[in-house]
């Protein structure tokens, strides 16, 4: 199975600071069609998990536009420019290229 | 906006068969891969496996020979079986629309193991 490392495990932030979590895969994402399919969630205390990105760098509908994410082959980020106290919470990678699908261990995003 | 809800007993006992259904609302189930992810009491997440519309299905080779889905386009309800469960089994199921990607999920429902 692909393997997803996520960095750092847990991240205090600043209200207004930027923040930016790293996911690296044991193995290329890019599928045969040549899509990369690495996508972000982000779950809220007491929430189910919601999909933030996919594609690498596609934002869901009603996402803000201070998340982004980049990244190509087996690297990856998710970046938010600047953290709103709603941003709290744990953020998880996720592979679609191979089965099956993998998830990274988490994020744990937290305010200072 | 489509709306997933789990439903099924909270308690299982080890050896038996967690059963759950997943009733979809607010969206056509046609047309759509539809998977089941869990997340265990340290917040790990694992992917199942996916069932199509047409019936079709691809499982985790982790769960292969205990895990059937089934879907009933009628009733726009999806199943999971998993047979022969552990302690290792208790978690919370989610239903999630596979849409690119996961791309709704259920509000999820605890199942634990235990005698």
């Known amino acids: 199975d692909v393997v997803l490392t996520q960095s750092p495990l847990s991240l205090p932030v600043t209200l207004g600071q930027p923040a930016s979590i790293s996911c690296r895969s044991s193995e290329s994402l890019v599928y045969s069609d040549g899509i990369t399919y690495l996508n972000w969630f982000l779950q809220r205390p007491g929430q189910s998990p919601r999909r933030l990105i996919y594609?690498?760098?596609e934002r869901d509908s009603g996402v803000p536009d201070r998340f982004s994410g980049s990244g190509s082959g087996t690297d990856f980020t998710l970046k938010i420019s600047r953290v709103e106290a709603e941003d709290v919470g744990i953020y998880y990678c996720m592979q679609g290229a191979q089965w099956p699908r993998t998830f990274g261990p988490g994020t744990k995003v937290d305010i200072k | 906006q489509v709306q997933l809800q789990e439903s099924g007993p909270g308690l299982v006992k080890p050896s038996e068969t967690l059963s759950l259904t997943c009733t979809v609302s607010?969206?056509?189930?046609?047309?759509?891969?539809w998977s089941w992810v869990r997340q265990f009491p340290g917040k790990e997440l694992e992917w199942i496996g996916y069932?199509?519309?047409?019936?079709?299905?691809n499982y985790n080779p982790s769960l292969k020979s205990r895990l059937t889905m089934s879907i009933d386009t009628s009733k726009d309800q999806l199943s999971l079986e998993l047979r022969s469960v552990t302690a290792a089994d208790t978690a919370v199921y989610f239903c999630?629309?596979?849409?690119?990607?996961?791309?709704?999920w259920g509000q999820g429902t605890l199942v634990t193991v235990a005698s």
């Open positions: 999630v629309r596979d849409y690119f990607g996961l791309d709704s």
């Open positions: 069932i199509y519309y047409s019936g079709s299905t």
């Open positions: 594609q690498v760098s």
């Open positions: 607010g969206g056509s189930i046609s047309g759509y891969y």
